[in-house]
């Protein structure tokens, strides 16, 4: 059957074939990994992004209305189910309509989404159509391998945990106890399911539910410490106790969790606000460091199938993410405690 020449064909194709070509070494003969097949904003069609999870693709509609990115997302479908064959599901998510179903993603083939992808060896359990975004952020993936390789033997504090891969990471990397912080048990629960993907040990006590500003406090009270405490929350956040902006509470969020850190141990922040620069950020975390007491020991790049390649890129980020890769802002700081704390 010849499918039904789209007007956006000539414009979107192009850009695919593109983008999939520059990734072609990243596809794996059984297809478990996940990754960005295409970034709109960073190569050329801002109303389109299309990631995959093992074997399903999701394309997510960013147009300022459904009906204005209808097209775009119709001619995407057609030719990744064409140009990927062995794909078993595809979904769109629209964030501009006034359906949470379709914001959260709705089947556009297939009988049922995957429910897993495997990183580096680690797997990590999915509920692609549970929220907004697909339950795995890829342009952490980085950090996942940063935690793999520096987590052995170390405590782990890991707040705003969404569904707990970070802490998933750490546990693969040989951590010996996990603790994973976020308002949502539904999310939490996914992270138990990762654990048990990959045959480590639940403990209830770890999953904690709640209000992070509560448990943080709780935290402190109680004198606990962890050899290292990850900081990646969402870039607006509310709970009846306190706000939260990312675009201008960085150092806030940081002074609130140095406290739970050992001495010599690590403080990793992560900033994904579109509007603050990097060198607003490496301003705001220098700030920090004068004291001596915190120091920018690294900063960790986001992976390239997640900001575009040198021959894909088109146009420039809405700031300049320099000297980071892309808008989501990793720096990995070691904090060193005053003498008597």
């Known amino acids: ?62 147009a300022e209305s459904m ?10 479908e057609s030719f990744v189910r064409e140009h990927l064959p062995w794909l078993r599901a595809e979904i769109v998510k629209t964030r501009n309509s006034r359906s949470a179903e379709e914001k959260r993603g ?15 060896g680690v797997w990590y359990a999915l509920d692609l159509c549970m929220n907004q975004d697909a339950s795995l952020y890829l342009d952490t993936r980085n950090l996942r391998a940063w935690l793999i390789k520096h987590m052995k033997g170390k405590t782990v504090l890991n707040t705003f945990a969404y569904t707990g891969s970070l802490g998933v990471a750490a546990c693969a990397g040989g951590a010996t106890r996990v603790v994973q912080l976020d308002l949502s048990r539904q999310f939490l629960n996914l992270g138990k399911t990762s654990y048990t993907l990959n045959g480590f040990p639940v403990h209830k006590a770890d999953f ?35 706000a939260l902006d990312m675009n201008t509470d960085s150092a806030r969020l940081i002074n609130k969790v140095r406290p739970l850190v050992k001495d010599g141990g690590w403080l990793v922040s992560v900033n994904n606000a579109l509007y603050v620069s990097g060198d607003e950020y490496m301003k705001a975390l220098e700030a920090l460091c004068v004291d001596g007491y915190l120091k920018i020991a690294e900063l960790i790049p986001v992976p390239e199938d997640f900001t575009g390649y040198a021959e894909t890129r088109s146009g420039k980020p809405i700031t300049d993410p320099s000297p980071f890769n892309h808008s989501t802002k990793i720096a990995v700081l070691e904090v060193k405690r005053k003498r008597g704390e």
């Open 208 to 242: 904690i539910a709640g209000d992070f500003w509560s448990l943080v406090n709780q935290f402190k009270r109680r004198g606990e410490r962890f050899d290292c405490v990850l900081v990646d929350p969402p870039i607006f956040s509310a709970t009846s106790k306190a």
């Open 67 to 76: 009906e204005q990115g209808l097209p775009i997302v119709q001619a995407a």
């Open 1 to 62: 059957m010849v499918r039904k020449r789209n007007p956006m064909d000539e414009t979107i194709i192009p850009m695919l074939e593109k983008a999939i070509a520059a990734r072609e070494a990243l596809f794996d003969e059984r297809h478990r990994s996940a990754l960005r097949l295409f970034n709109g904003f960073l190569e050329g069609c801002p109303d389109l992004v299309v990631d995959l999870y093992a074997a399903t693709a999701i394309l997510y509609n960013h």
């Open 106 to 120: 709705k089947l556009l083939f297939g009988d049922e989404p995957d429910r897993k992808v495997q990183e580096n």
